[in-house]
């Protein structure tokens, strides 16, 4: 490309005040043409999941991070070569042609390559490993290891000093294998040499699923003994406990906290410790909701929409907030007053792969129930495919968590931040019930409404789950009171 500079793309901020995200999938590899406007990779924010558009036309130099990388806002993420123009002064220059290929090496063929990697790409500006020269004493040291190995393999010390067969000597110098240092120690504490395992890593790095594949390899053939070598005592040494081969040996599983479940546990604990929360619980006979969901299941104009017992919860609470109005409310520690909401984001509580997120149904109170049934399966086809705008997870006013799908009867939610009140919706089965003088099966659940009880007495809340009962045990009233 003649006349070319390269653009470095940074990583933009896709929300509010947002400072870092993390790089789930590139769609682009070094080598590939880019135009204006195409989506180069996906991230994910403490809010969501969001697609990147790179700004410009030209052919990708280089990706600066791996997938799974969380990089600062404003970081530069890709290198992009574009036709014309001078770089600006605060992007890169272009990357220096590559070194001629050593000795003995062939040459590189970007086609080939695999794994994206922080400096990897067409840009050859990325430093090569130089191998460790091994000290006159690494081939006894190995052989000593060995014999120690076998020694402590059989308990017991030989009568003369053995000597250990001479181990293969590479073509070239030994370089130490590559493992971060979590993987080192596995492989110390199973007594792997790390030399003997074969890496499935990016550029050759051993995990740990290579690690328990050695050790595995090495138990197979043990099951067994040969008739030549004896077998190996019952019982270990105490100082070398046998480790159990019906289960994994990793005992422990660590998981970086990021993206939506970092921000989800930030939030949680400043609404626990900011806003003094109170439950309230009742148990209502919702029989006649459910015989209305199969009703408007066959109107037609409900015809395509998504209809369910959420739908009817959230028009029952819709309509106790509006007999309620002081409920929708939020405080404002820095002013010292309570904001009265005159409009409803209703927020529905979505359990994804990456965590918990809660995005809301904006103007909530002024839909029509069809309109409030196509917005709630929008919104929760959107969240199953990863697709929440940060948008649409702000503003919220009011939320309803539905554990009852997970077959729990019901729980004290925490309050989302800068909302008044949460609505936890317990699992509607059949249970013996009076009704009309008489025991008989029921569809009962069980509400839960947890309130910030600086803005909302008791009596308030108490109210708003009164009405949201009432209504679901006698859904006639959506007409009479919406």
Request: charged share 20%; net charge neutral.
């Amino acid at each position: 490309m003649t006349n070319a500079s390269v653009r470095e793309f940074k990583m933009p901020d896709v929300g509010e005040g947002l400072t870092e995200a993390e790089i789930l999938k590139w769609y682009v590899q070094p080598g590939d043409t880019v135009t204006d406007g195409q989506v180069v990779c996906e991230v994910e924010t403490a809010k969501a999941a969001v697609e990147l558009p790179i700004p410009y036309d030209g052919v990708v130099r280089s990706l600066h991070f791996p997938e799974g990388t969380t990089v600062d806002v404003g970081t530069s993420i890709i290198a992009v070569e574009v036709a014309g123009g001078a770089a600006p002064a605060q992007q890169e220059a272009p990357a220096v042609p590559a070194p001629a290929a050593e000795p003995g090496q062939p040459a590189e063929q970007p086609a080939a390559r695999q794994p994206v990697l922080v400096g990897y790409g067409v840009a050859t500006s990325s430093t090569r490993r130089r191998p460790r020269k091994q000290a006159p004493d690494t081939a006894a040291r190995q052989a000593a290891s060995a014999v120690q190995s076998e020694l402590n393999g059989h308990g017991a010390a030989p009568a003369a000093p053995v000597t250990p067969p001479a181990p293969a000597v590479p073509a070239a110098p030994a370089q130490r294998p590559l493992a971060k240092p979590p993987v080192r120690k596995l492989a110390k504490d199973l007594g792997v040499d790390l030399a003997t395992v074969t890496p499935t890593g990016p550029d050759g790095v051993i995990t740990r699923e290579d690690v328990h594949a050695a050790v595995a390899a090495a138990q197979a053939p043990q099951q067994a003994a040969p008739a030549d070598r004896p077998a190996a005592p019952a019982v270990s040494a105490p100082d070398r406990p046998t480790a159990p081969v019906s289960y994994d040996s990793a005992r422990e599983t660590r998981v970086p906290v990021k993206g939506v479940r970092k921000a989800t546990a930030a939030a949680m604990v400043g609404s626990a410790f900011t806003a003094p929360h109170v439950t309230e619980f009742v148990t209502v006979d919702v029989t006649r909701t459910m015989k209305l969901v199969e009703e408007l299941k066959q109107d037609k104009e409900f015809a395509g929409l998504r209809v369910n017992p959420l739908l009817l919860i959230a028009k029952a609470l819709l309509v106790a907030i509006r007999r309620n109005p002081d409920i929708n409310a939020s405080w404002d520690e820095a002013a010292q007053e309570i904001v009265v909401k005159h409009y409803v984001n209703l927020g529905i509580a979505a359990a994804t792969p990456r965590g918990l997120i809660v995005p809301n149904i904006k103007d909530a109170h002024a839909k029509t129930l069809p309109e409030l049934a196509a917005s709630l399966g929008e919104l929760v086809s959107t969240a199953r495919e990863g697709k929440t705008s940060p948008s649409a997870m702000q503003g919220g006013t009011v939320t309803i968590t539905n554990v009852g799908v997970f077959g729990v009867d019901t729980g004290t939610p925490l309050l989302n931040p800068g909302e008044s009140a949460i609505l936890a919706v317990g699992a509607i089965k059949p249970q013996p019930w009076v009704h009309k003088g008489k025991v008989k099966p029921r569809q009962v659940t069980t509400l839960a409404l947890s309130f910030d009880h600086r803005l909302v007495d008791g009596e308030l809340g108490s109210k708003v789950l009164a009405d949201v009962a009432a209504v679901l045990e006698q859904p006639k009233r959506l007409i009479t009171w919406a």
